[in-house]
């Protein structure tokens, strides 16, 4: 499947041929030249949005870690005198897994 190319350049593509035509072909020329310019700056424009939502989620990522370990950690000092009953050092196997 092709790419279906931009509406804006397809109109910049359409109108550059005018420009050869009309008297008024500056208007035409500045017109797909404009054209042209705003998809750059658009396809510009995502990028920035894509990165931006990456950035957002490995900012998430990192407070959702975070909470994790201290979770883990919380669990580990309830578990710390379980090895006294229990034999069993469940503190120390939750503290492994962080």
């Known amino acids: 499947m092709t790419e279906k190319q ?19 072909n500056l208007t035409c020329k500045v017109a797909a030249d ?10 510009r424009l995502k990028e920035v ?11 998430w990522l990192g407070r ?3 909470a994790v370990k ?3 950690e919380a669990c580990a000092q309830v578990c710390d ?7 069993y050092d469940c503190a120390a196997a939750i503290r492994a897994r962080i």
Request: no cysteine.
């Open 34 to 43: 404009e054209l042209r310019r705003l998809h750059a700056e658009n396809e």
């Open 6 to 24: 931009p509406e804006a350049l397809r109109l910049a593509d359409a109108i550059d041929p005018l420009t050869r035509k009309f008297l008024d």
């Open 49 to 59: 949005k894509r990165e931006a939502s990456f950035d957002r989620v490995e900012l």
């Open 70 to 72: 201290e979770e883990r």
């Open 81 to 87: 005198d379980m090895v006294l009953y229990t034999g």
């Open 64 to 66: 959702i870690h975070k």
